[in-house]
C-alpha cells in the first residue's frame, strides 16, 4: 500500500492557513469547481471540480491551527475510504508548513498518478490564495 505524501511551505501563520483550509467560504476561493456542505465535524463537504466528477469528503477532526483529517465518503474509483490528513506546523523562518497525506492506495491502482500529480496543484492553489490574502 502506498500514501501520498506532499508539502508546502507558505509565508502566513498557521491560523490563515488554517482558515483557508477549514473555512468552507474561503475553500471556495481557492478550489476549483464548487464546494459545498458544511466544514465542522461529522459533517460533508462536497468538492465537484468539473461537471461528472465528485468528491464528498467527511470532517472527522479539526484541531485548530495545527489538523484536518477527512474521509472521503463520495468519488471514482477506489476514493471512498481513504483518509487525508493535513497538519501544519512552524517553520523556523516564520513560515507555515503544510503536509499532507492520502492513504492507503494499492501500488497499481490506475488513479494513484493523477492523484498524486493533483495534490501538488491544490497545495499551489492554497499557497497562492493565503499568501494574497
Not at 27 to 44: N, Y
Not at 94 to 121: F, I, K
Request: hydrophobic fraction near 35%; charged fraction near 20%; include cysteine.
Amino acid at each position: 500500500m502506498t500514501t501520498l505524501r506532499h508539502a508546502i511551505a507558505i509565508s502566513a501563520p498557521r491560523s490563515a492557513v488554517y482558515a483557508a483550509l477549514a473555512n468552507i467560504d474561503h475553500m471556495r476561493e481557492w478550489h476549483q469547481g464548487t464546494m459545498t456542505g458544511e466544514a465542522v465535524p461529522g459533517k460533508t463537504v462536497t468538492w465537484t471540480p468539473k461537471p461528472g466528477l465528485t468528491f464528498g469528503w467527511r470532517i472527522d477532526e479539526l484541531n485548530k491551527d495545527t489538523s484536518i483529517v477527512r474521509t472521503a465518503v463520495e468519488g471514482p474509483g477506489n476514493t471512498v475510504g481513504k483518509t487525508l490528513t493535513i497538519s501544519l506546523t512552524d517553520l523556523p523562518d516564520g513560515r507555515t508548513e503544510v503536509a499532507l497525506t492520502d492513504g492507503e492506495w494499492a501500488s497499481d491502482d490506475p488513479h494513484l498518478a493523477y492523484c498524486n500529480t493533483y495534490w501538488g496543484g491544490v497545495l499551489q492553489r492554497l499557497k497562492s490564495y493565503v499568501e494574497k490574502s
